[in-house]
Nanobody
Framework: QLQLVESGGGLVQPGGSLRLSCAASGFAVNSYGLDWYRQAPGKEREIVAAISSGGSTYYTDSVKGRFTLSTDNAKNTVSLQMNSLKPEDTAVYYC???????????WGQGTQVTVSS
């Protein structure tokens, strides 16, 4: 019941766009905030973007100006609009509930994004 599910990944050409969604169950995303991470093969997982319970946003420098977060409270979903995609954006993208509760983190299963010609 306490769950995050990512969707929207796929194959796109450089310069293209994708919209990822993270649907939450068992808690309200606007009460906890949500983080997006990505992990490419052979690379460390890195934070990409985050939105707080108050609606403030963070973007890592490499995606700033290209990626945009938004929250749909009615659907209890946070979306990540990704524009002007580059091959280096290729990774599995994960959403995570912001912070932890009782030392426990909540992660989604991830969705694959591949940017290639």
């Amino acid at each position: 019941q306490l769950q995050l599910v990512e969707s929207g990944g796929g194959l796109v050409q450089p310069g293209g766009s994708l919209r990822l969604s993270c649907a939450a169950s068992g808690f309200a995303v606007n009460s906890y905030g949500l983080d997006w991470y990505r992990q490419a093969p052979g690379k460390e997982r890195e934070i990409v973007a985050a939105i707080s319970s108050g609606g403030s946003t963070y973007y890592t420098d490499s995606v700033k100006g290209r990626f945009t977060l938004s929250t749909d409270n009615a659907k209890n979903t946070v979306s990540l609009q990704m524009n002007s995609l580059k091959p280096e954006d290729t990774a599995v993208y994960y959403c995570k509930r912001h912070g932890s509760v009782g030392g426990v983190q909540l992660w989604g299963q991830g969705t694959q994004v591949t940017v290639s010609s």
